[in-house]
């Protein structure tokens, strides 16, 4: 079955560049079967949804992390990537990839994200 | 802005017995939620999608229910391994998640 790993630097600087990466195994990140999302949860509270890019290569971003946030496919060596930049302390987290998945039935799209990464720490501290 | 709103925050619950859960929207998502379950240290782990489709290999004990606005997570005998928090999720405009539950033992 599909499987995702995050990697990338677990430190990053105030008003730098946090980028990760997940790789996707057994199975193809072309293959429509997903759509690829990135989300993140700050020690100790809930989880918020970064954004998301699709097979097409449209992306979606959460409203209040657009202006930051890029998100981009690498098709040749199974991965997607994202990027925040401008990172402050509020934004060190656990940074999950997660496949998403939809159905459509009468009236509605159903999605849900499964299957997740296991999760990188990202500490933004000088 | 869509708001999930879970309660209650901690439920204390003895193994064997039945926990449930509420997860209510500010609008309304038909039945576009789902619920994960998260132990320490852990990602999250796909329950329920479509507010009462139960993932693969999911044990019966877990059910959802629920539309609209609505909606519940029924555990209906708590077995050592439930012990974890709890999260609902939807997708309106975009995705949000309820701010979950934790599932402790009484």
């Known amino acids: 079955q599909v499987q995702l790993q995050e990697s990338g630097p677990g430190l990053v600087k105030p008003s730098q560049t946090l980028s990760l990466t997940c790789t996707v195994s057994?199975?193809?990140?072309?293959?429509?079967?997903?759509?690829w999302t990135w989300l993140r949860q700050p020690a100790g509270k809930g989880l918020e949804w970064i954004g998301t890019i699709y097979t097409s290569g449209s992306t979606n971003y959460s409203p209040s992390l657009k202006s930051r946030v890029t998100i981009s496919v690498d098709a040749s060596k199974n991965q997607f990537s994202l990027k925040l930049s401008s990172v402050t302390a509020a934004d060190t987290a656990v940074y999950y990839c997660?496949?998403?998945?939809?159905?459509?039935?009468?009236?509605?799209?159903?999605?849900?994200?499964?299957?997740w990464g296991h999760g990188t720490l990202v500490t933004v501290s000088s | 802005e869509m708001v999930m709103t879970q309660s209650p925050a901690t439920l204390s619950v003895s193994p064997g017995e039945r926990a449930t859960l509420s997860c209510r929207a500010s609008q309304s998502v038909s039945s576009n939620l789902a619920w994960y379950q998260q132990k320490p240290g852990q990602a999250p782990r796909l329950l329920i999608y479509?507010?009462?489709t139960r993932a693969t290999g999911v044990p019966a004990r877990f059910s959802g229910s629920g539309s609209g606005t609505e909606f519940t997570l029924t555990i209906s005998s708590l077995q050592s391994e439930d012990f974890a928090v709890y999260y609902c999720q939807q997708y309106y405009n975009w995705w949000t998640f309820g701010q979950g539950t934790k599932v402790e033992i009484k």
């Open positions: 479509g507010a009462s």
């Open positions: 997660a496949g998403g998945n939809f159905l459509v039935v009468v009236a509605a799209t159903l999605t849900w994200f499964d299957p």
């Open positions: 057994g199975g193809s990140i072309s293959s429509g079967s997903y759509f």
